[in-house]
């Protein structure tokens, strides 16, 4: 294979990677495991998995309000992740 060709091979590739990447449909799946507590998956490697107590928590009004103010106070030193 030459230079060309592996750069053309190269290129090609990364578009269908990049494509792969857009039709990727973000929405939620939850499952129940077996020790009883509630998975997320989200498009991520690894679930967010809590229990229901820990989901009625994070849930409430005022720690919903606090999550969206520390991500608002702190967003230019936090990273955003490409699905």
Known sequence: MTEQEMKAELARLQAENEALKAKKPQKLVFKVGDKGALSV????????????????FLLKDENVAAIK???????????????
């Open 69 to 83: 103010q520390a991500l608002k106070d702190n967003a230019d030193k936090l990273k955003s992740k490409e699905s």
């Open 41 to 56: 998956y989200h498009g991520s490697r690894f679930p967010t998995t809590l229990y229901k107590s820990q989901w009625e």
